[in-house]
């Protein structure tokens, strides 16, 4: 019988994706935990007997250890392995996922979601190196991760639909419980089907000074964007918050320009493509996260729906951006990036600008239309946007460079979650005093008065949603203009990556 080489393996293509559909269950599952938490959270706070200010602090726990250890894992994986570091992230989430399940209490949780948080986190960097490495074509790679990146929008599609049943059948600890069962199945398709690879003449040594000082500048800054609304953006903690960042920030750069092997390497930002491309997705992941989260607050508030109902709004969504996604992969070599990412980002910002005019009267298909057209015209440009990244870094240091997009993902969430829960906030305390002087109440008694002014509020925070959702439109349409900026190298674009045993 003929010996089965590991270049041949490597060629055959229904491996190839084997492994693609393995890292999109590792990285469905982390984003699902996620989405699922925080339905829970309501049933948490009468368990354990907590306010919603002290809760909040279950989801934040897993926000900042999550963002703080993207880069270290990225760089983690180009010097240990990628496999290595994916399985330690897949086994410590297994495990927190069970800790999580028997906590007893606020602080003990807060300890599991930490290290959920930080085990999540080498998903991101090691899944799409992972993919980058095994799809060598330069088209296929592509496709492949555009197909990869929509597993994140049916994470939070299918969070609601399944958490929902979860919590109201059984209760909040079957949330991580039923991580237990489909992180063993998951951990086993990653045994099975994920060969091992490491970046190319890179050494074992870590830059442990580095990712110690990012690490703090990215808790102070992610810190701040979660509480700054509750603290004030001006309060004591606010401002320490911003000082330690800029600090932190500083002594990073520093440290990490003297490093043979730092953990960001920022000779990225000397490549205009790369700049570019990360300016490009800070805009619309911003934008859009930051408009959309208000989707279900306004469902269930306005439109009297509960978290099933919500969940089934995001279902057209998640359509929309997967069957997106490998469509705008495949215009790969024959469109320029740069023109597939401007309409992409020109369209999404029409469909958020649509979301503009939903109101108490709105029906399911007001809300589901507008996504489906922001959701598909960000897939569409998906693929381009993550290949990018891909192709014009050296191929040793894909990690690397895939930690930083996802950093700049992450962190242009948390912007937007802040930046836009602040504008509907002063939004609606401005319309209310706009409107109240605007309006005339022809009678008398309490209980009209009640009424006068229950519609002046009802009225001025619609119109609150309406200006977020057109100040994220107009966002995300001007920041299209950054796609025409991308000029990827002519050996970028045409070479396609020799197969090359590990």
Not at 52 to 63: E, G, K
């Amino acid at each position: 019988m003929a010996e089965i080489t590991e270049e041949t393996k490597k060629d055959n293509s229904n491996l190839r994706w084997w492994v693609l559909g393995t890292v999109i269950f590792g990285t469905f599952l982390g984003r699902l935990d996620q989405t699922v938490v925080n339905l829970a959270l309501p049933k948490i706070i009468g368990d354990f007997g907590i306010s919603v200010t002290d809760a909040a602090w279950i989801s934040t726990a897993y926000i900042l250890a999550n963002a703080v250890f993207v880069p270290v894992w990225g760089k983690l994986g180009d010097t240990a392995g990628r496999k290595k570091i994916y399985l330690i992230g897949f086994i410590g989430f297994i495990v927190a996922s069970a800790l999580c399940m028997i906590a007893w209490d606020l602080p003990s949780m807060i300890v599991f979601r930490v290290i959920q948080g930080f085990a999540v986190s080498a998903d991101y960097p090691t899944a799409m190196a992972i993919i980058a490495i095994t799809f060598r074509d330069m088209k296929e790679r592509a496709q492949a991760l555009g197909i990869w990146s929509s597993a994140f929008a049916a994470a939070s599609v299918f969070g609601p639909l399944i958490g929902g049943p979860l919590i109201d059948n059984f209760n909040w600890r079957s949330v991580f419980f039923i991580n237990i069962p489909l992180g063993i199945i998951g951990l086993f398709l990653a045994l099975t089907f994920i060969d091992e690879s490491v970046g190319e003449k890179r050494s074992a040594k870590f830059d442990w000074w580095g990712a110690s000082s990012l690490g703090a500048a990215l808790f102070t800054l992610t810190l701040v964007l979660d509480q700054g609304q509750t603290w004030g953006w001006t309060s004591a903690s606010s401002i320490a918050c911003y000082i330690g960042t800029i600090i932190f920030s500083v002594l990073f750069y520093m440290i990490e320009v003297r490093q043979d092997e730092p953990i960001v390497d920022f000779k990225f930002f000397k490549i205009p493509t790369f700049v570019y491309t990360l300016l490009n997705n800070f805009i619309v992941f911003m934008a859009l996260i930051g408009a959309i989260f208000l989707i279900p607050i306004f469902a269930e508030t306005f439109l009297g729906y509960d978290a099933t109902q919500t969940g089934y709004l995001f279902i057209p969504l998640a359509i929309s951006l997967m069957v997106a996604a490998p469509i705008g992969g495949r215009l790969i070599g024959k469109v320029k990036p740069s023109y597939v990412i401007f309409f992409s980002t020109l369209f999404c910002g029409a469909g958020i600008f649509l979301l503009s005019y939903i109101d108490p009267r709105s029906t399911a298909l007001d809300i589901m239309i507008p996504m489906s057209i922001m959701a598909f015209s960000l897939g569409f440009g998906m693929a381009q946007r993550t290949n990018l990244v891909a192709v014009v870094v050296p191929h040793e240091e894909i990690g690397e460079a895939s930690a930083v997009l996802a950093l700049v993902r992450n962190i242009s969430g948390a912007f937007g979650v802040a930046i836009f829960s602040t504008l509907l906030d002063n939004s609606i305390n401005g319309n209310v005093l706009s409107i109240a002087r605007q309006s005339f109440l022809n009678g008398s008694g309490v209980r009209l008065m009640q009424q006068f002014s229950s519609l002046i509020i009802l009225k001025a925070q619609v119109a609150g949603y309406a200006t977020v959702f057109e100040v994220a439109a107009i966002i995300v349409m001007l920041g299209s203009f950054t796609a025409l900026l991308i000029n990827v190298p002519r050996e970028a674009a045409t070479t396609e990556h020799r197969v090359i045993a590990e």
